[in-house]
């Protein structure tokens, strides 16, 4: 299931979906585009968590906009005036879904190795696996890569000059 959840080509096709139904236009071209996007992105950032990172803050600002929006303007006077009662009482939800719907709901809300793997690439590139290198573009690594057999080219072209 953790493969399945962080697929690109999923979000992007339900994002453009959700954006067409908004605005109009044709989902694919959307779809397309955003995956252009992501691919641009993540091949010229130098250091792949960063720009990542970068967009999740953005995500975040935006969600955090879309609450104080909802807070506002949808949540209505009759239901505000209930929060201290919904906090105070607490329904166990089991009559309605029906127990085994909720255990099967819990059993599988867990991060997972999805998840898990996050958060280990989040420490390596925060500085706290300070052994291990930092994930890098394609195009960052392929100019080092280049950097590094030019200097082993001059080095052999001086060694046949001089040696």
Do not use: C
Not at 15 to 37: E, F, H, N, P, R
Not at 100 to 113: E, I, M, N
Not at 114 to 139: A, C, E, F, T, Y
Request: charged share 10%.
């Amino acid at each position: 299931m953790a493969y399945l959840a962080n697929l690109w080509p999923a979000w992007a096709t339900s994002s453009a979906t959700l954006l067409t139904y908004a605005t109009g236009g044709s989902k694919d071209v959307v779809a397309v585009a955003i995956l252009i996007a992501i691919a641009l992105i993540l091949t010229l950032a130098p250091t792949v968590y960063t720009a990542l990172e970068r967009a999740q803050m953005l995500k975040v600002a935006a969600i955090l906009l879309l609450i104080v929006v909802g807070s506002l303007f949808v949540i209505g006077a009759t239901t505000w005036r209930d929060v201290p009662t919904i906090v105070t009482q607490p329904r166990f939800p089991a009559a309605e879904l029906g127990f085994a719907v909720l255990l099967g709901a819990l059993a599988f809300a867990g991060a997972g190795g999805g998840q898990n793997l996050v958060q280990s690439n989040w420490i390596r590139d925060k500085g706290m696996g300070r052994h291990m290198p930092k994930i890098v573009s394609p195009l960052v690594w392929s100019i080092l890569l280049f950097g590094v057999l030019s200097v082993l080219t001059v080095q052999e072209e001086l060694g046949e000059l001089f040696g």
